[in-house]
């Protein structure tokens, strides 16, 4: 059973800011250059709070300057609980799309003991810096994204309605994609909202970090407090996105790898190595190479390998990973993690896991820039399918990082929850 609830919503107070300048991209997608941007837009900017600076002392001082936001009324909280319809207007591939889903806050439950599943590993640096940050807060600074399934998207009928008046708060980012939220506090659509929840599984989409952190900082506080295990107090929720599934507005991208390699690294070698598993042409031309990944966007095991002599066109032989997982086979990430850059390449878990040596890329004219001063090869990989998300979730297992980059992003500073 999913437990979903509304909850006091604290929001930037459009009379002391403009949105579109306090608004930021979730922190781990943030390079310090994009940090130093975003503060110098305004100094009521998520970042400082959500990434902060100032060495051992930043998350008290991240603390100490959210608290400061509220007593100046920089930031106001809701006086009444409620939900929050957030909708995401973007254009791609010359069409627009509208993604549709609501803010509300999920009673936290361990992975594999109720309706929560997770897609990937997480790892203990982001982990405990997202605890420090909450430790210091008391709060959340940006929502988990969570999907659930609904095939006859039931809830879409009062969303439009609710889209029918003024949005609460709206901002368009630097990626030119608008974000806008209704807050939604007549008792009688909570009441359907918190009803229509009940039975439906959670799959975490992004945010597997943060939701482990709440996990942690619920257990400890519960500890510390003494809590008994009947009573239910702010630190057993965690602030969640929630989008359908089916929504038309959901997309997954792929996150390209790049592997350093030395100077004098020959394509050969690890083709030769790849044969019992692959084959593979020649690539000519970016038009071959843009042509290859039309042909096989629905083959599994199917990528681009861009070497330091040429490009190729792979394709997974597929009696060679019989021996695998059923749900493994379909993973594009996974099957290259472990035919090719563990067992050809040389990686370990632990290197992987440290980003030693290798490099996640979301758009080939970053992997060209990054080429072109880097000894290194690229593989061009296709999103992961949706269904395959989910039979890896229900499943117990995870993909490798960055398996999956959903667009568009998340805003951090729409909306935070206290603790």
Known sequence: MSIVRPFRGVKYNPEKVLLKQVIAPPYDVISPEMREKYVARSPYNVVQIDLPSGGEDKYKIAGDLYRQWLFDGV??????????????????????????????????????KGQVFPHEKTHSGPKQDRYELMKASKANFSEVFGLYQDGENRLAPLFNEIKKTMPAASAVDDDKVKHSIWVVDDPEDMEKIVSFMQDKAIYIADGHHRYETALKYRDDMRSANGDSSDEI?????????????????????????????PAD???????EGLKPMFDYVPLADKEAVDAF?????????????????????????????????????KVDTYLLEDLVLKAQLGFTDEKLLAKDGIHFIQTLEEIEKYRASHPSVAFLLHPEDMETIREVSESGLVMPQKSTFFYPKLATGLLFNDL
């Open 75 to 112: 930031l106001i909280k809701e006086e009444h609980p409620a939900f929050y319809l957030y909708e995401q207007v973007y254009e791609y591939d010359g069409r627009q799309y509208v993604r549709s889903g609501f803010v509300g806050i999920l009673k936290l439950s361990e992975f594999g």
């Open 265 to 271: 690294f020959q394509d050969s070698v690890l083709l």
């Open 293 to 329: 990944m039309k042909d096989t966007a629905d083959t599994t095991g199917a990528w681009v390998f861009m070497g330091m002599q040429g490009n190729y066109g792979m394709k997974i032989i597929k009696e060679s990973i019989e021996c695998l997982h059923p749900v493994y086979r």
């Open 233 to 261: 107090k702010p630190y057993d929720f965690v602030m969640m996105m929630f989008i359908n599934f089916q929504d038309e507005g959901l997309k997954v991208f792929p996150t390209h790898r790049v592997a350093d390699v």
